[in-house]
């Protein structure tokens, strides 16, 4: 098994990895997805007599009235995996800042905001989001490594509850911003515990090598800094350890790392309200058996409880990347000598998760075929963008024919977020459902748009 496969993003275990050989072998004869067992799994989908549904919605439907390619979102999945959090840890003071970056559709943001959800937002653009979707920027925090003079100064004059400070120079930066505005700045700093979260290279974020955080070792070092700088309130601590983690053993290093910190910054004299454990759970995408977030509760809230901070999480994937599928139709039937593509509308500008991390993602009909199996080919699904590399998935076992809607799942996360105009392809439409009811929640770009604010050379 080649390293690339290992590293796949959601084989993190030894006994992933095992699946993972497994997956591989299934390859060579076409993997073939029970669309009834994945969707049993999954919440909000099921088959209905054949036809898939999200909540009371057929799929079909909701193909022919916005078009294909586009991504649909179940309301209740999002609210029931929010609930999930916000219940499991209901004994000890916390906060559930969704992380803006995962799906930043203002419907969504909305919908959180509602709930009384916080916010983590890597951009003053996502900021501006959450403000726009009616989301209290007192709530947010603000994570990433390479905050702005103008990203913190509007962080600040719209009151945003506390800046996740990755360096020094950024620390001095935000003291600097804060002075000019007459402003105090509520920080944490974003430790690098150097754990190992075993989950795919690109989204591993809390090893020494990573760009992300400061480390371990220099944080008492800065944090007595920012304790003697005037504009800064020193107000917690986090980390954020990396994405799509199925077990709980590196959150638990994590923590303890933590922990270890902060009582020594008790030592010498720093107070801090609250700990900001990050996001990073995983979800099941096909055959992943990632910790439930009720179990991931129940093994962190022994030492939360103990260590008496308010607790901080940044979940992202976790809350919407179930809720969210991406249709698409089959346009062109290709078998060749040696591989049979099926080339659908949505590429990898719609969906890049496939090519930029060897995702694996399910996908399943629309509409069940009653005939045998016999018709089952193994393809490949592909998109129609001129790189080798534009695949949704690679041997697949399926019964196709031109025309036919095929959906995506696991697609809510960091999916339409990623989506680009590669090859002047519009970005797909955005639909929300909640029972029976649906609504457009972002338009189909269209083609006169993605060039509207572009001009002729005119000098010679
Ligand atoms: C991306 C990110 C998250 C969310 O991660 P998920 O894996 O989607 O839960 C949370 N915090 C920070 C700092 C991030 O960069």
Redo the contacts with the bound molecule.
């Keep these: 098994m080649s390293n690339s496969t290992t590293a796949n993003e959601h084989s993190v275990s030894p006994q992933d990895q095992s699946q993972g050989q497994a997956q591989e072998q299934n390859h060579n004869q076409g993997l073939e997805v029970d669309a009834q067992a994945l969707v049993a799994q999954l919440p909000a989908l099921d088959y209905d007599n054949g036809a898939l549904k999200i909540e009371g919605v057929s799929v079909a439907t909701l193909a022919k009235q916005y078009g294909t390619p586009s991504y649909i979102y179940s309301k209740q999945a999002i609210l029931d995996a929010y609930h999930a959090y916000s219940d499991s840890f209901a004994e000890i003071p916390h906060k559930i800042c969704y992380?803006v970056?995962?799906n930043s559709n203002l419907a969504v943001l909305g919908i959180l905001a509602r709930e009384g959800a916080g916010f983590?937002i890597?951009s003053a653009g996502e900021l501006a989001r959450v403000i726009a979707a009616g989301g209290d920027p007192k709530r947010v925090v603000f994570?990433g490594v390479g905050k702005r003079a103008d990203d913190i100064r509007f962080a600040l004059e719209t009151g945003i509850g506390c800046f996740?400070v990755e360096s020094d120079s950024e620390l001095e930066l935000i003291q600097s911003v804060a002075a000019q505005l007459d402003k105090i700045a509520s920080i944490s700093l974003r430790v690098n515990p150097n754990v190992d979260a075993k989950t795919h290279p690109y989204i591993s974020?809390g090893l020494k090598d990573n760009k992300f955080g400061i480390s371990h070792e220099r944080a008492l070092e800065v944090y007595q800094q920012a304790a003697q700088m005037p504009n800064i309130n020193i107000q917690g601590i986090d980390c954020?350890i990396g994405?799509?983690l199925t077990e709980v053993a590196p959150f638990i290093d994590a923590l303890d790392k933590l922990i270890e910190l902060i009582d020594d910054l008790r030592a010498n004299g720093i107070e801090l309200s609250h700990i900001d454990l990050?996001?990073?759970?995983g979800v099941q995408y096909i055959d992943e058996s990632p910790i439930s977030i009720a179990d991931f509760a129940a093994t962190l809230l022994p030492k939360l409880k103990a260590l008496g901070l308010k607790v901080y999480f940044?979940?992202?994937?976790?809350i919407v990347a179930n809720a969210g599928v991406l249709l698409t139709r089959v346009d062109v039937l290709k078998p060749t000598q040696h591989k049979n593509f099926a080339i659908v509308d949505a590429a990898m500008n719609d969906m890049i998760r496939p090519a930029l991390y060897q995702a694996e993602m399910g996908i399943i009909p629309a509409q069940l075929t009653t005939d045998s199996a016999d018709g089952a080919k193994t393809w490949d699904i592909v998109g129609a963008i001129c790189e080798t590399g534009d695949f949704l998935a690679k041997n697949r076992k399926l019964t196709l024919a031109v025309g036919d809607v095929l959906t995506i799942t696991g697609a809510g996360?960091y999916g339409f977020v990623m989506s680009s105009n590669y090859n002047t392809r519009p970005r797909s439409a955005e639909v929300m459902v909640s029972k029976d009811q649906h609504q457009l929640i972002r338009q189909r770009e269209l083609v006169e748009d993605l060039f509207a604010t572009e001009q002729l050379w005119q000098a010679d």
């Design positions: 992380a970056k995962a983590d890597v994570s996740n974020t954020h994405s799509q990050g996001g990073g759970l940044e979940p992202g994937r976790s996360a």
